[in-house]
């Protein structure tokens, strides 16, 4: 079973555009899982380029169940899947900043620069395993140039 509550809003005018989303997932079937995800974003617009900046941050935890009167093999099952999803990811907690340039080269294209910078605690982030285990929380700068396009 998922439960997943979404607020998200916009603002735009013939300059200035504003986006935010928050959203908290419970999936309470397979993983005991809550996640809180939100993010903020401006952007300015001057002719065909839209300079934006956003803000975000994503945290992942999980409850684990309470069982008593289990056997051993339970035990031993219940502590690996434990650490199977501290591999995956399930435990995480990252914040982010983006900032960049959007240009509205042709009437359905664009390409986009862009600059992100994530903190990312021990644990990671999903599948981006920075300094795993060395108990430090790790940073990450990423650079990315795209081109959008509809058909």
């Known amino acids: 079973m998922q439960d997943r509550y979404s607020l998200f809003s916009s603002y735009d005018t013939d300059r200035w555009c504003f986006v935010t989303e928050f959203s908290y997932t419970e999936y309470e079937r ?6 809180f995800t939100g993010y903020l974003s401006a952007g300015y617009r001057i002719d065909d380029f839209c300079f934006y900046g956003t803000i975000g941050y994503t945290k992942s935890w999980r409850n684990s169940p309470q069982l008593t009167g289990v056997s051993e093999v339970d ?10 999803l ?41 599948f981006l395993r920075i300094g795993e285990g060395t108990g430090e929380d790790s940073q990450l700068d990423l650079v990315s140039l795209s081109v959008d396009f509809l058909f």
């Not at 397979?30 to 996640?35: A, D, G, K, P, V």
């Not at 340039?101 to 009437?107: E, Y």
């Open 30 to 35: 397979m993983f005991n899982q809550r996640s």
């Open 86 to 126: 501290e591999f995956v990811g399930i435990k995480s907690e990252h914040r982010s900043l983006t900032t960049g340039v959007r240009w509205d080269f042709c009437d359905q294209m664009a390409c986009k620069l862009q600059w992100e910078h994530y903190w990312i605690t021990d644990n990671g982030n999903y």
């Open 75 to 84: 035990e031993w099952l219940l502590d690996f899947n434990e650490k199977m």
